[in-house]
């Protein structure tokens, strides 16, 4: 059996990643979700219960996905699970030298591969960030996230923002 692992942070999950889960999970006997920590990033806004609720409400279509969260190394979490391949999406050239400095690092540390996705034309200018400062704002989020968690994912960063 093939599997694959797409680590994120998910914060939240927007229709790029879902993009790139349903075209990984095709060409793979089984993709394993993995929500991770970015230490490069300020603490997520959203708990890491509340993505994997948000993963698993737009995967539910999707059978051969399994959404876990891991601690430390992608390596180290990519070798517990005897996987030896990551999928990344790249939306632009800075995405492509980040995640190669990345893919380098993770082969020389566990000798795992990273395939790249290319994102498609339409979710490049879609990122979590954006996501969460377009709601910030008051705006909704058709577009740009799924539609089954637009509603709680708007609510929350909306709201969110009022309470302080
Ligand atoms: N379309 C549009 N946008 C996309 C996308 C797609 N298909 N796929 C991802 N993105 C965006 C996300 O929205 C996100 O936007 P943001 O930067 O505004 O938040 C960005 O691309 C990348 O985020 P995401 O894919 O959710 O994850 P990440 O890059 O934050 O995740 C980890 C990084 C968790 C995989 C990485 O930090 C890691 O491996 N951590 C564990 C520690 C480790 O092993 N470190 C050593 C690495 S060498």
Redesign the pocket.
Known sequence: MKAAI??????P????????IQRAASKFDKLVI????????VSPSFSLEERVQFLKAITIDIPNIEIVA????????AKSRKIDI?I????TIL?FE??T??????RQ?GDVETFY?V??EK??????????EIASYGKRLFGFVPPEIEEAVFQRLFSGKNEN
């Not at 797409?6 to 914060?11: R, V």
């Not at 999950?13 to 790139?20: A, K, R, S, Y």
């Not at 979710?123 to 969460?132: A, G, K, P």
């Open positions: 797409y680590p994120g942070t998910f914060d999950p927007t229709l790029g990643h879902l993009n790139i993995a929500i991770g920590e970015n230490p490069s990033k891991f601690k430390g190394l992608l390596v180290d979490f990551i990344r999406a790249i939306r995405d980040n995640e400095l990345q893919a380098q690092m993770n540390l996705l994102v498609d979710c490049r200018l879609i990122s979590s960030t954006l996501v969460r």
